[in-house]
Structure formats: C-alpha cells, structure tokens
C-alpha cells in the first residue's frame, strides 16, 4: 500500500466543519498520515528537516484546504516556502520529489456557478489552483486533477458524509 501524507491548512481548525469531518474520514485509512499544520505549527515555525523527512517517506502528497481569497490558507504557503527549498525541492540536485503524485483537495464557498466565466468570480477554480500546478512542474510531481467539494456554505449534514465519502474513495484509489 502506498504511504500518504495528507496535508491539511487551515487557519482555526476547531472552528471547521467541512475540512474536520474530511479529515475525520481520512484519519480512519491505515496507509494516511494526516498533519494538520497549524496544530503542529501554531506559531507557523515550520520544522523545515522534519516536513522534508516526512514528504520523503511518503509515496503520495495531498494537500486538503479551503479555499482562502482564491487560494490557499497562509500557513500551506508559509510551508511551500520553508520546505520546497533548493537542492532539495528544485535545481540540479533538487530531485526528492520527482515522480510523486500531487493530489489537492480543497473546499470552497462558491458554487460550480460562481466559478465559470459567466459567475460572480469570473475565474475557475482549476485556474486559480494554477500556482500549484506549476508547483508541481517545478518540483518535478505528478499534479492530478484537483478535487473541489463547492458550494460548502450550506451543506446537508447528508452531503457532507456523502463528500466525505468522496475524499476516502480518491485516497484509496492511490
Ligand atoms: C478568510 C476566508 C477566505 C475565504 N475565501 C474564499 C474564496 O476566495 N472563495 C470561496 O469560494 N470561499 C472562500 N471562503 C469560504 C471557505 O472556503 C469555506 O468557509 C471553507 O471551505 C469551509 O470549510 P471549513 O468548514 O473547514 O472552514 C473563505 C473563507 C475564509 C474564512
């Protein structure tokens, strides 16, 4: 079985609900490290040797966030900038991440709607998520296609379990 690492984001994690009960449904996967960054980071001192430790003996990297301002929260660009360095992430010598896949969920406010070029934020979400895609082309990762769980405002209880479900399906097909 492959070794995931799931990285979660989020800015006041008591707080969540979406992102919670995701990360509830994934911490049943015996083969799923999750890490929930600002639990570990609170004061966003990131332990640059131990993150990069952890992305090497790991086969999968998914990163699981909401969506913030169109895009991240700012402790999983905090982590991009501490970990991803030289010689390690990129550059000649740069090879640790090659060939691992790269899968990002993220939860959003907005619908399918709101995000095509016709809605209320002109831009869809897969181009917005485009930094990450080049992340991973940097980095030498296999980007996969995004997994959006939209529309998250006034989600059933129903729903939730239903995406949750969603969530567990993709990790395990890895
Ligand atoms: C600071 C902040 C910024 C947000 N920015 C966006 C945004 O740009 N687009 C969007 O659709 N939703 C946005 N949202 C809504 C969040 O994506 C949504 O509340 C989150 O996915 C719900 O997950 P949670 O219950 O785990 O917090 C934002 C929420 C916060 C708190």
Known sequence: MPRILVLTAHR?????????ALIEALC???????HELVR???NYQID????????QTHDV???????????????????????????????REGTKLHGKPLQLVVTIGGSAQDYSSE????Y?????????????????MDYLPPHLVQGVFDMSDERLAQ???????????F
Do not use: C
């Open 12 to 20: 006041f994690p008591d707080d969540s609900r979406i992102n919670k």
């Open 28 to 34: 049943l996967l015996p083969n799923v490290t999750v």
């Open 40 to 42: 570990v980071y609170p």
């Open 48 to 55: 640059v040797a131990h993150e990069q430790e952890l992305l």
């Open 61 to 91: 990297i998914v990163m699981l966030f909401p969506f913030y301002w169109y895009s991240s929260p700012a402790i999983l660009s905090e982590w991009q900038d501490a970990v991803l360095t030289y010689g390690f992430a990129y550059g």
């Open 119 to 122: 809605g209320r934020n002109r």
């Open 124 to 140: 869809p979400v897969v181009d917005l998520l485009r930094p990450f895609n080049a992340m991973a082309n940097l980095t030498g």
């Open 163 to 173: 995406e949750a479900l969603s969530v567990v399906k993709l990790v395990q097909g």
